[in-house]
């Protein structure tokens, strides 16, 4: 049994192929314990894009530390579901559909399975609202809130730009949230630590934070 420790990177997004989250989870891997990487492929429905993502993905998380790589969509049944969450250090929630994402994982019964892993949790983007505390959707006027997982007490807006500051200034009158930009990331580990662009919305004022 590998001995671990929990540390969450909740990365605001970027082009994961053009490598750059590269090195950020890089040092993800390097402050894992036990470096198998299992992916949490749960936030699309679109085929091409599933089998893209399992050729894409193992040779990327190897050349940067794993040892093994797999896919959660992998195992065929509950126990082996439990078996993979058991021997990974590392569980990898991509971005996508966020709301189908938080729909799969509630519905496949993963809720107490994340929220009590104890290894390294990376999410991009759509993996990074699921840990939040709710998921805060903005699409032009519109501003939805979807019950998350709560892993860790923080909101985020993902893919930050200047352009949702109107928006997120009016949330924060009543919450913090944090304007997390693409190749940023937010590292919970009993402390937080800030690496790229990111802002803090707070009491209707906008702070830069790192």
């Known amino acids: 049994m590998f001995k671990m420790k929990k540390k969450i990177y909740l990365e605001g997004g970027g082009e994961v192929k ?7 989870d890089k040092k993800a891997i390097d402050n894992a314990d036990n470096k198998n990487v299992y992916v949490l492929d749960l936030s699309s ?20 530390g794993a040892n093994k790589v797999d896919f959660i969509s992998n195992a065929k049944s509950p126990e082996e579901i439990r078996k993979y969450f058991q021997e990974s250090g590392i569980l990898y929630i ?3 559909d966020t709301e189908l994402l938080i729909k799969n994982v509630q519905e496949k019964g993963l809720v107490n399975l994340i ?3 104890n290894g390294v949790l990376i999410g991009m983007s759509a993996g990074a609202y699921l840990m939040c505390n709710q998921y805060i959707k903005i699409r032009e006027e519109n501003i939805t809130k ?6 860790v007490p923080i909101q985020m807006k ?16 009543g919450i913090d ?27 209707g004022k906008k702070t830069k934070i790192n």
């Open 146 to 151: 979807v019950g998350a997982l709560q892993v």
């Open 158 to 173: 993902a893919h930050y730009e200047e352009k949702f500051d109107s928006k997120l200034l009016k949330l924060s009158k």
């Open 177 to 203: 949230i944090y304007g997390v930009s693409n190749k940023a990331v937010i590292i919970w580990d009993r402390k937080l630590e800030f690496i790229g662009d990111i802002y803090l919305f707070s009491k």
């Open 94 to 96: 991509p971005g996508g």
């Open 115 to 117: 929220k009590s892993f």
């Open 18 to 24: 053009k490598g750059e989250a590269k090195e950020i």
């Open 45 to 64: 429905k679109n085929k091409g894009k599933q089998i893209m993502w399992k050729e894409f993905f193992p040779p990327y998380f190897k050349e940067l």
